[in-house]
């Protein structure tokens, strides 16, 4: 068994398929409209969906915003160079709603970021964060 994919809801996919794709840098895997349902799946990821776990984007016709609720948490992605990484979002326009840092009450460094919908992404530092150069005397 393995994980293939979370599912969210979102209000504007045109507008969710852009933040997914444009600033976070995943890959439409496909995407299929259902009129007799009124709604579309949209599925995104940074592989391929035989490879790695995706997310669904899911738009049903007739909703534009949804309460999240609070039972939901976050989705998490690991990436190599958070401090790059949470720039390159917030120039592509995305929004950072906790800079990178370590955790509370302990060391990984992660930050979180906002989709258009109000879902938190967090990010977690992969590899060791870079050494400051030496300073010298």
């Avoid at 293939?4 to 496909?30: A, I, K, N, P, Q």
């Avoid at 007799?36 to 776990?53: D, K, M, N, P, W």
């Avoid at 738009?59 to 609720?69: K, P, Q, S, V």
Wanted: negative net charge; proline residues 7%.
């Amino acid at each position: 068994m393995r994980l293939l994919h979370t599912m969210l809801r979102v209000g504007d996919l045109e507008r969710s398929l852009r933040f997914y794709t444009e600033v976070l840098g995943m890959g439409l895997l496909r995407r299929k409209d259902y009129p007799e349902g009124r709604f579309t799946l949209a599925f995104v990821g940074y592989g391929s969906e035989r490879e790695t776990t995706v997310l669904e984007l899911t738009h049903n016709w007739d909703t534009a915003a949804y309460d999240l609720g609070d039972g939901y948490g976050h989705i998490a992605i690991g990436v190599e160079d958070i401090v790059a990484t949470c720039g390159t979002i917030a120039e592509r326009g995305g929004k950072v709603v906790r800079p990178p840092g370590p955790m509370k009450h302990g060391s990984t460094v992660i930050a979180f970021v906002e989709d258009p919908d109000g879902y938190r992404i967090e990010l977690i530092q992969t590899a060791p964060p870079p050494t400051p150069p030496a300073l010298a005397s």
